[in-house]
């Protein structure tokens, strides 16, 4: 586990504009930095970097952090991930926690085989680019399928000689262990009679691609065989190791993850050159099972940047029906799920090759069908008019539909399955049922009303009122956060009762910190914020700002777990939002909250305390349709409140209505 010490180091060193430099263009506007949205497509830029306050914000998407928060969103990385990157970029030490013998070593076997493997990828791109055999064989290969020396670069892709030990002998001269390339599955390690040990390069005679992690280290290999050999495999992959696990990886994860995050959209192929063809092509959001058959590991892999997925398959009538199974796994994670099936005779690597990108984008817009119709121009072909079939092939849809975990997504496709199929809804409905009830699920009951046309829906105050009060506190922890330390000169009103019994409120002046008056304002009312996020943070900056002298309660976000961090930074970013627009440069100039502080301060908790006062009065009106409430006590209380109510109004500058 990275040492708190490390983490510090990594915050305390880590320039955010530099790092979010590396990923988006930023331009310099005013005191901070601007540039385009990576999370979506925009022409206007409302991506906004702040130096000052080590934190960014992202107006088009909602998105927004520290440093670390931009890698996790942006590279997809764990946080382990994040600042393992972030210390390498910046030269720090990565001191780790103590750890037992046992996590040690499985530690240093990890980073062992990690190390080989990407001196492996190195080691076999060199071979491609820099060896007579590798150029005449490998590279030659790949550009006959239509690679550019571009894209062959970016892949990584290389080439293993036809030799028996080629590269292990060499990374054995290069100081790596037998061991770690017998882990990997790189070298194959075989006994002798005589007790001396020979060994074999796996991926002998065979041009490599490389498979990535989410974050980018290589975990493992493909080779496909160029020279004819009837006994061996057309493709081989890596065997099982400590890093590698196939069916948790996604071949192509590590370039496509920015595309299907932006997109919001992945398309799943079968092959390598399926998914680069793609990549070729402009189709950057996708992804291949690597010949292995669809797992939920892999479906939550891509859940991680996306709910959607379309499924590509070649036209062959043994390939669809193979994709049946993988779209019940796709359902069952409670994604959304098309299907593409292309021609007899094409699969995505030859029809990208054979057509343009926007052919290929229409045909992939125009092909995909949603997985019901999907399953029923496939399924209903094979009943040729068997009403027996037709039956079973109805019951094998609502199967399907019943693998979806949300009730409004199953009663959709259920509308759906019975247009198609011309079958009542209140039959799949009970097929539904019993299906759930086989499985020992519970199936919600359907209640079917006549719908009214042009039915308003009324406004609900209740709702409307909440939304107020979270404004109200919203501002309260942005103040505190941007000015909560900064003397101000208050004007206060001290409420003092007349010899007549009312009220009057007096002015007095006086000089006090953001955080005090809030404090001691919020505190006279006894008032309590109702959100929790907020709550949470009022009471850590008042604590901070209480307890510490030195408390910087912007730079605290680097210190908050999500969502926490989040809602500081949107509050932090949110306050120069304006600087987007460049006002400036039409001459026209927003007045500064700072210029009006003190006015800001007292009408937000005022405003917050008359909003409070009604919701008291509310409750105590309420109270009077009770027989058992003092009708004149109750009465006397809301008179005092209402008076209270008034007078804080006044100071405010509002007409209140009598009501």
Not at 289 to 312: E, H
Request: net charge negative.
């Amino acid at each position: 586990m990275i040492s708190k010490w490390t983490v510090d180091r990594v915050y305390e060193t880590a320039r955010i504009e530099e790092v979010i430099g590396d990923f988006v263009q930023l331009k310099k506007s005013g005191a901070n930095f601007k540039g385009l949205s990576p999370f979506t497509d925009e022409r206007s830029p409302s991506f906004m970097v702040s130096p000052v306050k080590q934190i960014w914000k992202d107006f088009s998407s909602g998105k927004g952090g520290n440093v670390v928060a931009f890698l996790m969103e942006h590279e997809h990385f764990t946080y382990p991930e994040a600042i393992r990157y972030l210390a390498k970029k910046y030269n720090i030490e990565i001191e780790e926690t103590v750890q037992t013998d046992q996590q040690k070593q499985e530690t240093d076997l990890k980073e062992s085989l990690f190390l080989v493997s990407e001196y492996a990828q190195s080691y076999f791109e060199d071979t491609l680019w820099n060896h007579d055999l590798g150029r005449s064989i490998g590279l030659s290969y790949f550009r006959e399928r239509g690679f550019t020396d571009e894209t062959i670069k970016l892949f990584g892709l290389g080439y293993c000689l036809d030799q028996w030990d080629a590269f292990t002998q060499q990374a054995l001269k290069n100081q790596h262990k037998i061991e770690y390339l017998s882990g990997t599955g790189l070298s194959i390690v075989k006994d002798q009679e005589d007790g001396t040990q020979k060994y074999f390069d796996r991926f002998k005679a065979r041009v490599i691609f490389p498979i990535h992690s989410m974050s980018g280290r290589v975990l493992g290999f493909g080779g496909r065989i160029l020279v004819s050999d009837p006994k061996a495999a057309k493709y081989l992959n890596s065997p099982e190791s400590e890093i590698y696990h196939k069916s948790k990886v996604l071949y192509g994860i590590y370039h496509a993850k920015q595309a299907i995050s932006k997109l919001d959209e992945c398309y799943l192929v079968e092959g390598y050159t399926d998914v680069i063809q793609f990549h070729q092509s402009g189709i950057k959001n996708t992804v291949a099972s690597s010949g292995t058959a669809l797992t939920p590991d892999q479906i939550r892999l891509i859940a991680r940047l996306t709910n959607n997925i379309t499924v590509l398959f070649d036209g062959d009538a043994a390939g669809l029906r193979a994709s049946l199974r993988g779209i019940d796994l796709i359902l069952a994670q409670g994604m959304n799920v098309r299907v593409c099936a292309f021609p007899d005779g094409e699969d995505p690597d030859s029809f990208a090759r054979n057509h343009t990108t926007y052919e290929l984008e229409q045909y992939l817009k125009t092909a995909s069908k949603d997985f019901i119709q999907f399953k029923a121009t496939l399924l209903v072909a094979e009943t040729q008019g068997d009403p027996i079939k037709r039956a079973e092939t109805i019951r094998d849809m609502v199967q399907s539909i019943s693998l979806i975990p949300d009730p409004i997504k199953q009663e959709v496709y259920i509308q759906s399955c019975a247009q198609i199929m011309e079958v009542s809804e209140s039959v799949l409905f009970d097929t539904l049922a019993q299906i759930d009830k086989k499985a020992g699920k519970s199936t919600p009951v359907r209640h079917t009303a006549p719908r009214k046309s042009f039915e308003v829906v009324k406004p609900n105050p209740d709702r409307e009122r909440k939304d107020q009060l979270q404004l109200l506190e919203q501002k309260i922890i942005e103040l505190l956060l941007l000015y909560g330390t900064q003397e101000v000169d208050f004007e206060e009103l001290i409420q003092t009762t007349q010899s007549d019994g009312s009220w009057v409120m007096e002015r007095k002046k006086f000089t006090a910190k953001v955080f005090e008056k809030i404090y001691l304002d919020l505190q006279m009312d006894e008032v309590e914020l109702s959100h929790p996020g907020f709550k949470a943070l009022y009471t850590t900056l008042i604590q901070g700002y209480h307890t510490d002298p030195n408390f910087d309660a912007q730079r605290m976000v680097h210190q908050l777990e999500e969502p926490s961090a989040q809602l500081v930074a949107y509050l932090l970013m949110e306050d120069e939002k304006y600087q987007l627009d460049a006002w400036d440069r039409k001459e026209i100039y927003p007045k500064e909250k700072s210029a009006s502080l003190a006015q800001l301060v007292t009408e937000t908790v005022l405003t917050l305390r008359c909003f409070l006062i009604d919701k008291i009065m509310e409750k105590i009106q309420s109270s009077t349709l009770s027989p058992e409430t003092d009708q004149e006590e109750a009465l006397e209380e809301v008179m005092n409140y209402r008076q209270l109510y008034n007078l804080l109004n006044q100071h405010l500058g509002r007409v209140v209505i009598a009501r």
